[in-house]
């Protein structure tokens, strides 16, 4: 599973960013930060454009983080994917039949014990392992458990891009509007 070749994945904060996205070459982007009265207007402007949205459910204000979030995401919203730190919403996306992406966070190897558990447990179809800065991460996690990874946050240079996918991640997601091209 991949993202038919698309490595930089573009990461919208807003109306604008969706815009701007609209105009690159990318099938698939992702949608942090916004609130459940815009989505389904974010969502129609990515779709217009064809663009395929990770719709990040963690960041979205109005809208508790849960079970049914997920099923009223996938059957109003209709989202490519859904990304979360949260097992039971990836499992319940992954019953939804959307593509799954699973946010951990690496801060410590207490981090990545938990992380890795959650991962077993709830089965995503990829990793998005933040920060993204952490190559040697990106290539452990990868081999361990047979999940593609993902790598975001602080990504900020094109050095950095090499080096993560030289890693064997999948793709990088970023909000960093010069790396998009």
């Not at 079970?67 to 499992?91: H, K, W």
């Not at 946050?153 to 960093?176: E, F, Y």
């Amino acid at each position: 599973m991949s993202f038919n070749g698309q490595t930089i994945i573009p990461a919208a904060h807003n109306h604008r960013d969706v815009e701007k996205i609209l105009s690159l070459d990318a099938e698939y982007m992702v949608m942090l930060e916004t609130q459940v009265g815009q989505l389904k207007s974010l969502i129609n402007l990515a779709a217009s454009g064809g663009k395929k949205v990770l719709l990040h459910a963690d960041l979205i204000n109005g809208l508790k983080n849960d079970e049914y979030a997920v099923d009223f995401l996938c059957q109003e919203i209709r989202p490519a994917g859904i990304i979360s730190t949260r097992g039971n919403v990836i499992i319940k996306a992954k019953q939804n039949k959307v593509i799954a992406i699973q946010r951990l966070f690496m801060l410590d190897s207490s981090a990545f014990t938990k992380g890795t558990a959650l991962v077993q447990k709830a089965k995503p179809d990829f990793i998005e392992l933040l920060p993204g800065i952490l190559p040697t991460m990106v290539e452990q996690m990868t081999e361990m458990l047979h999940i593609p990874v993902i790598a975001g946050g602080l990504i900020t240079s094109h050095q950095q891009v090499d080096d993560i996918l030289a890693a064997k991640a999948t793709a990088i997601t970023t909000s960093q509007k010069s790396l998009w091209k």
